[in-house]
């Protein structure tokens, strides 16, 4: 029998953050599973339920740290899809580059620093220390609206972790490589990954997991009518 989580729904999903410093404790196998059944409730169109998992812990995960790091260093990455916008514009610009200076400033990584900029980005490939790595994937032909319930699928991930006590990471720095993890996980060609995730529980001593990103009040984002 799996321990029912203390935590509100609430406050699971107030407290989740991106959490870049992990302890090696390990995360059972049951917890893990328990997270992704609880997760794949995330609704989706027509009830299709697109996504897949691959969970990565001790030598397996390892194996994969090792390959992305090298072919990291041995040419620029070739991405199958963009992420963000290819010519950033307002406000978005300035948020993205609030939490990245942010970041790099709590690390004292400056500006001019590249190499560190570049081994801090590196850590992604290290799962940022995490006894658990996972990898999200699925059919390429189908269309944008399974993207959409990709990202909510994702999200339940995220908030039922917070419901176990653990943290994660949501890893776009993974698409960067995509040939490589597709080669470490074997995956079948019509597989399009998607990003991957960290998973364990935070360190709580480390610098860098006090970076809290801010938000913007719902009166910006939301307009209220009828009321």
């Not at 397996?60 to 950033?88: D, I, L, N």
Request: contains cysteine; charged residues 25%; proline residues 7%.
């Amino acid at each position: 029998m799996h321990a029912r989580p203390q935590m509100s729904v609430d406050e699971a999903i107030t407290t989740r953050k991106s959490v870049r410093a992990f302890r090696p404790d390990p995360v059972p196998l049951a917890t893990v599973k328990h997270i992704l059944d609880v997760a794949a409730r995330a609704p989706s169109g027509t009830n299709v339920q697109p996504w897949k998992a691959y969970v990565l812990a001790g030598a397996e995960k390892e194996r994969m740290t090792r390959a992305v790091m090298k072919r990291r260093e041995e040419g620029p990455p070739h991405p199958e899809f963009s992420y963000y916008p290819r010519k950033w514009f307002e406000p978005y610009l300035a948020r993205r580059r609030k939490v990245g200076w942010d970041l790099y400033a709590l690390l004292g990584i400056t500006r001019e620093n590249k190499a560190g900029m570049w081994a801090q980005f590196g850590r992604n490939y290290e799962f940022f220390g995490a006894p658990v790595g996972m990898f999200f994937t699925f059919h390429r032909d189908l269309e944008l609206g399974s993207w959409l319930d990709m990202g909510m699928f994702l999200e339940n991930v995220m908030i039922a972790a917070r419901g176990q006590g653990l943290h994660t990471c949501p890893q776009a720095a993974w698409v960067e490589y995509p040939d490589t993890v597709r080669e470490v996980l074997g995956l079948p060609a019509e597989e399009q990954l998607v990003c991957g995730m960290c998973l364990g529980y935070e360190d709580e001593n480390a610098l860098v997991n006090t970076l809290v990103s801010e938000r913007v009040p719902c009166e910006e984002f939301a307009s209220f009518r009828g009321f």
